[in-house]
């Protein structure tokens, strides 16, 4: 079993101090640990956060293995500082069976590189006409708790209803990619100046902030949990603030792109800016920031979403929607939130690991970093840099908007219960099964 | 000379009115008993089409050959090539054979900028989506300027789907940049949001735009739009934004009445209205092949070639 002893580690923006990992756990907090038996890695400068929770990832497995597997995003996860990952049901076959969930855990605990959560189609082939069977997936080895149709919004009123109702059983929560349809048909951009401009057609702050309005109220109407992906916009933040003072039980998430990137960047009609929701004006991007640092918005997550070159090699309009996020969410953070002062790092682990977890209703993951906790551990160097290089990547696609880009902070090491999955920046040698949960 | 022509935007003052004085010159040549001109001897023009444009291709066509040019129809709609990594490989394919440029017509607003990035030749943007059709506007002023004497000062009316028009969204950049002014005339449903941003007044009231208008251009009205919830009715679009004849007796006596073709008469403009002195429509057909002749001229051979982009 590994033991490893952090040496001068600071833990959330406090003094160093020693963090001894044994036996899966965290043995022991404090400065001047004997090491023991232990293998010492010196910390000096770098600062631990639980590892990151991410509670919206594609790994396209099984059926466009092409793009990304189990075992390339969950690396890359680990790279990014992830010890766990809620993987999005839009793969093919859908997640819309204890069959397929199980399938996508079992590839997550064979790979070791992070815990894999699968999400749950909320209907049958995420098709908005029935209801799957949830509880079917929540009882399987999978335990889902997370269900979502995320690509496609669950507009139908009721069916909405009946699932934020029906997954109350099991502690569940729907998390609703919220996009009308009708007003989004054939939409490639934010509608707004820059659309008008580039004539493409544009996807409406409305067509999502309508959604999350009814949702909301639905939610509070049935007494249930509702989780909001992706909230791209100034007046979705409005309507949550509102609902949230209300008592409705919402949470919400934001992408590191959202935080970071606005339309105009679509002016060369480069479709690695192609997303679903689409990138924003500046203003909304600094109303997203500012709710993540209320907490209005609840927690990061990565919409990480890989493509083959031939799917982003394109003209803008037949491209696919999606960008890669795993491996740079805590440096885009980390430029749009700490250098900023918005978030300090105890913020940043509470918006990326422990809201994420609490949400995801995840036992062991997300904290604290005391004695007895599982030892799922990231460790960062908040004074390093890191140029985006698309081809050292280790997801196995290459749309990222980041590409050539210079972000702070660099992640050094994750240790997924005790046992390192990354060390110096690079994936830990040992690999091999994690044991799942 | 830029290397490309991919919006109408990317003109200075002065190499727009560069190109049209070039095609002035170009119509001369027309008007010559041979019309033809040895300047692009040896040089390929490929005209790639991935949607049906017999007029403009053809344009683009007569320009190319009366410059010499060799020319190749490369019409992609039908085959196999409708989307995605299609676009790549016909860039691929035509930059093996050597074109020096591709003018290309594309229902994806956005392709020409995407094909620019593959082939080192030229490209002339000949119409993509929503969104830009450089040439057009480049004979529109042209025409203007033949018929008024001026484009500076001008007020000029775009009436019809600013929303989907490409042609609209060219003239207001190129207007903006002559000179003249531009005023959009449109049910509300078909003005895009965010067009605050643009060099153009808006107005829902065609009468009452019409008489300060020296230049009316009407748009065509695709059929898909109708019965797309943009307007109740073919009928009430032509009682409030067609023109008719006793619109265009609402207009000063020196105005003029354009349209990029193809037209819906009754629907938009009136037979008598298209047909009438003020029309310029046929004008600009002809002016369209001098135009395009200036371009591929300056982008190619002529004496502005060969700066980067």
């Known amino acids: 079993m590994s033991n490893w002893l952090l040496r001068n580690v600071t833990i959330l923006g406090a003094a160093p101090t020693d963090l001894h990992l044994a036996d899966g756990v965290i043995a022991e907090v404090g400065r001047g640990l004997a090491t023991g038996g232990a293998q010492v890695f010196d910390a000096a400068g770098l600062v631990a956060l639980p590892g990151l929770v991410d509670l919206h ?16 995003g969950t690396l890359a996860a680990a790279l990014g500082g992830f010890t766990a990952v809620h993987a999005m049901a839009n793969t093919d076959p859908a997640a819309d069976t204890a069959g397929v969930v199980e399938q996508v855990w079992r590839l997550g605990r064979d790979a070791g590189h992070c815990d894999v959560f699968p999400v749950g189609a909320v209907t049958v082939r995420r098709r908005g006409e029935q209801l799957a069977e949830l509880g079917a997936m929540a009882d399987s080895a999978a335990r889902v708790r997370v269900f979502s149709d995320d690509g496609h919004c669950v507009d139908d009123a009721v069916l909405m209803r009946r699932a934020l109702e029906y997954v109350k059983a099991f ?37 999502e902030e309508s959604v999350i309005a009814r949702d909301c109220l639905l939610a509070g109407h049935v007494g249930s949990r509702l989780h909001v992906c992706h909230v791209s916009t100034a007046g979705s933040v409005e309507i949550l603030r509102w609902a949230k003072a209300k008592g409705i039980r919402v949470t919400a998430e934001v992408t590191p792109h959202h935080l970071l990137l606005t339309d105009d960047l679509v002016t060369g009609y480069d479709p690695v800016y192609k997303v679903n929701p689409p990138l924003r004006t500046a203003g909304d991007v600094a109303a997203l920031r500012a709710a993540l640092a209320d907490g209005t918005i609840d927690a990061v997550a990565t919409d990480h979403a890989p493509h083959s070159l031939e799917d982003k090699e394109t003209e803008w309009g037949a491209a696919a929607f999606g960008m890669l996020g795993l491996e740079t969410a805590l440096g885009v953070v980390a430029e749009a939130m700490v250098s900023t002062g918005l978030l300090d790092w105890a913020g940043v682990a509470d918006r990326m690991a422990v809201r994420p977890a609490r949400i995801g209703r995840l036992d062991g993951q997300g904290g604290p970093l005391e004695p007895g906790a599982p ?54 040698e040992s690999g091999g099964p994690g044991g799942g949960r | 000379m830029m290397r490309h022509l991919l919006s109408a935007g990317d003109l200075s003052r002065d190499e727009a009115l560069l190109v049209l004085d070039t095609a002035a010159e170009m119509a001369r040549v027309a008007a010559a008993p041979v019309k033809k001109l040895p300047t692009l001897r040896g040089r390929t023009v490929v005209n790639l089409f991935f949607e049906d444009s017999t007029r403009t291709r053809t344009s683009f ?29 016909t860039a691929l394919t035509l930059e093996a054979m050597g074109a020096d440029a591709v003018v290309i017509r594309h229902a994806m607003s956005g392709a020409p900028h995407r094909l620019a990035g593959w082939v080192r030749g030229s490209v002339v943007n000949a119409g993509d989506g929503t969104h830009e059709h450089p040439t057009q506007a480049l004979l529109d002023a042209f025409t203007m300027r033949s018929r008024l004497g001026r ?15 490409r042609v609209a969204r060219s003239n207001v950049l190129l207007l903006r940049t002559l000179g003249a002014e531009v005023t959009l005339v449109a049910p509300p449903t078909l003005i895009p949001v965010g067009v605050e941003d643009w060099p153009a007044q808006v107005s829902y009231d065609f009468d009452r735009v019409l008489p300060k208008s020296d230049v009316v251009m009407m748009l065509r009205v695709q059929r898909e739009r109708m019965g797309a919830v943009y307007f109740p009715s073919v009928r009430e679009y032509s009682r409030r934004y067609g023109l008719d004849a006793a619109r265009m007796a609402m207009l000063p006596p020196e105005s003029v009445v354009m349209h990029p073709g193809p037209m819906n008469r009754g629907m938009e403009i009136a037979a008598e209205v298209a047909d009438s002195p003020r029309s310029t429509i046929v004008e600009q057909v002809t002016n369209g092949v001098s135009v395009r002749m200036a371009v591929l001229y300056l982008l190619l051979g002529g004496a502005m070639g060969g700066a980067s982009e």
């Open chain 2, 61 to 89: 066509e007569l320009a190319a050959k009366r410059l010499s040019a060799d020319v190749i129809n490369f019409s992609a709609k039908g085959s196999a090539v409708s989307k995605g990594e299609g676009l790549k490989d």
């Open chain 2, 151 to 165: 484009l500076e000062g001008l007020q000029v009316t775009l009436v019809g789907d600013i929303l989907h028009s």
């Open chain 1, 171 to 207: 502690d569940g929560v729907v998390a609703q990619h919220a996009q009308e349809p009708r007003l989004t048909h054939a939409a490639q951009m934010n509608e707004g100046v820059v659309s008008a401009r580039l004539g493409l057609t544009g996807w409406p702050a409305v067509a």
């Open chain 1, 375 to 428: 030892a799922n551990v990231v460790l960062l160097d908040p004074a390093a840099t890191v140029t985006v290089d698309p081809g050292s990547l280790a997801s196995r696609s290459r749309n990222t908007p980041y590409a050539g880009m210079t972000l702070p902070t660099r992640v050094v090491a994750t240790f997924l219960r005790g046992r390192p999955t990354v060390l110096d920046g690079k994936p830990a």
């Open chain 1, 57 to 72: 990832t594609h790994l396209r497995e099984p059926g466009r293995e092409d793009a990304e597997t189990v075992a390339s």
